[in-house]
């Protein structure tokens, strides 16, 4: 994909600000090398995408389904965790619009993973403001609910955290621990970088906007090298 003008296309939606549309693939680290007073970073529409992908998922999971709450959180849980919002964005060629900045570029699998992820979110609060919430849903149900028959299909809804547990207890008959490594970014934007320990022994690390999702993703990377023991 080229330009916005291709995005438009393929998500089928024509934008009537197309500068929100290119503030969505906007980094903060972009500005950061490339000022620009007429453009601003992301991170706003992220904040706002992220509650609208929230309440459409949970409405259609509410309207569609009878099952408890607790089960209803963690299918919502799984089909908007960073993993998941990051493979539908490079399903839909997020990648190649990305405003990023040089070291960005260069960055880890699992900082880019990050990047898109909050870039979807970002997307669904610009055709949000632009279009109103019946279009951002549309686009959210088409995106992103196909995913539920997969996660269903494969029980991925249950959250990494208590596999990893379960495997560790199992396997070494102790629990496991999370600690904060790293904490950056302003209180609207956290980033936190944390690991999983077991008896002192990181066995995974992970990344996110929120303490519990990087200790989500810290726990796959450490069920990933469990099972290769």
Same mark, same amino acid.
């Given at each position: ?18 500068? @929100?549309? &290119? ?9 950061? +090398? $490339?000022?620009? =007073?007429? !453009? #601003? /970073? ?86 949000? @403001?632009? &279009? ?9 149900? +088409? $995106?992103?609910? =196909?995913? !539920? #028959? /997969? ?79």
């Amino acid at each position: 994909m080229n330009n916005i003008k291709d995005l438009q296309e393929k998500i089928k939606i024509t934008f009537n600000d197309e500068q @929100l549309l &290119q503030q969505a693939f906007t980094h903060r680290s972009y500005l950061n +090398e $490339n000022s620009d =007073p007429n !453009l #601003d /970073n992301n991170e706003r529409l992220e904040f706002l995408g992220d509650a609208v992908l929230e309440l459409v998922v949970t409405e259609y999971l509410y309207t569609h389904y009878s099952n408890p709450e607790g089960e209803l959180t963690n299918w919502r849980a799984a089909l908007v965790c960073g993993v998941k919002l990051s493979e539908i964005a490079q399903k839909l060629e997020f990648g190649s619009l990305l405003r990023l900045s040089k070291g960005e570029q260069q960055g880890s699998k699992r900082a880019r993973q990050n990047i898109l992820a909050d870039c979807f979110e970002a997307v669904t609060g610009a055709i949000y @403001l632009d &279009q109103g919430f019946e279009i951002a849903g549309k686009f959210i149900l +088409e $995106n992103v609910i =196909p995913e !539920l #028959d /997969n996660i269903l299909e494969e029980k991925t809804f249950r959250d990494s955290k208590s596999k990893f547990q379960e495997a560790v207890q199992e396997k070494m008959g102790v629990t496991p621990e999370y600690r904060v490594l790293e904490e950056s970014g302003p209180d609207h934007a956290k980033h936190f970088v944390v690991g999983a320990y077991v008896e002192n022994k990181i066995y995974g690390q992970g990344e996110g906007a929120s303490k519990q999702e990087a200790q989500q993703s810290a726990a796959t990377e450490g069920l990933d090298k469990l099972k290769s023991l």
